[in-house]
């Protein structure tokens, strides 16, 4: 029995040793984990065993631009928008300026324009016998040539191969007339009469032909680009390998007075 005791006393001292143990221990955990050291944070200090948790999180930086940024991106938007419009409008208003001067300088326009007065040289229908000495194509003249109210009916070799560019002609009568070859750059024939007129290899580029009467004139091989026939009379005109401009024929092609074979010679739909 007194060993039995003695062994038994001997474990419940162990056991007693032990709950001490554990409960120092627990203290110096508790101690450990709430209170803070000397100029430490308040971050708690955790034994080596114990799961480690990140106290801090990366954030996501968000930048955002205050009422007065967005104001100014908003109307400096707007500004530039206005500026790229206004700008827009400028060129369109600078290609109907464009566009208004390349139609004053045309023939189609000469025919409001102003006219100088009537030569007064008496011999002045004479000159388009000689023509011009210099200019040709491009409507340059040396001096002059006032054709208007002249009378060249049946003229057959004198006006043949002339240079008449930029010559004015309005109210003239050609008829009858051979002016095969001929140079009629830019010229003024508004009214002037061209009935039955061969202008076979002629150069008639830019004329102005309003109202003017070519019944029966030869266009063989003529150059016609750019030239007018507003209210002419182009009654059975021959059109046998005209050279002219795509626009210019479908102006052309809107005279009433071309006769069907005409048509079909211009190529008129």
């Known amino acids: 029995m007194g060993k039995w005791r003695a062994e038994y006393e001997e474990e419940e001292g162990e056991e007693e040793t032990y709950t001490n143990k554990k409960s120092a221990t627990n203290q110096l955990k508790m101690a450990s984990f709430c209170v803070p050291g000397a100029g430490s944070s308040l971050r708690p200090s955790l034994s080596s065993s114990a799961p480690r948790i990140p106290l801090s999180r ?5 930048q955002c631009a205050s009422i007065e940024e967005r104001s100014s991106g908003l109307e400096e938007s707007a500004a530039a928008a206005a500026a790229s419009s ?3 409008m400028r060129s369109f208003a600078c290609g109907l300026l464009a566009a208004w001067a390349i139609t004053a300088a045309s023939p189609a326009a000469a025919a409001s324009q102003r006219l100088p ?21 491009n409507g340059v003249y040396d001096k002059p040539i006032d054709l208007r109210f002249c ?4 003229e057959k070799s004198n006006l043949k191969g002339k240079s008449l560019a930029a010559a004015l002609m309005s109210d003239a009568k050609f008829d009858g007339t ?15 009469s061209f009935k039955g007129v061969d202008f076979t290899n002629a150069v ?13 004139a030869i266009f063989k091989n003529t150059v016609l680009s750019g030239s007018t026939f507003n209210d002419a009379n182009l009654k059975d005109a021959v059109f046998e390998d005209t050279i002219i401009g795509y ?3 479908q102006k052309l092609c809107t005279n009433t007075t071309i006769s069907a074979e005409g048509r079909a010679e211009l190529g008129c739909r």
């Open 58 to 62: 990366p954030r996501n930086r968000i």
């Open 86 to 88: 206004s700008k827009g």
């Open 117 to 137: 007065p009537l030569s007064t040289e008496p011999n002045r229908c004479e000159r388009a016998f000689v023509g011009n000495t210099i200019g040709q194509a």
């Open 151 to 154: 009378d060249y009916t049946n």
């Open 178 to 192: 051979d002016m095969s070859e001929v140079v009629m750059s830019k010229a003024y024939a508004v009214g002037a």
């Open 204 to 216: 008639l580029d830019r004329v102005n032909f309003g109202k003017a009467d070519l019944q029966g």
């Open 247 to 249: 626009i210019d024929l």
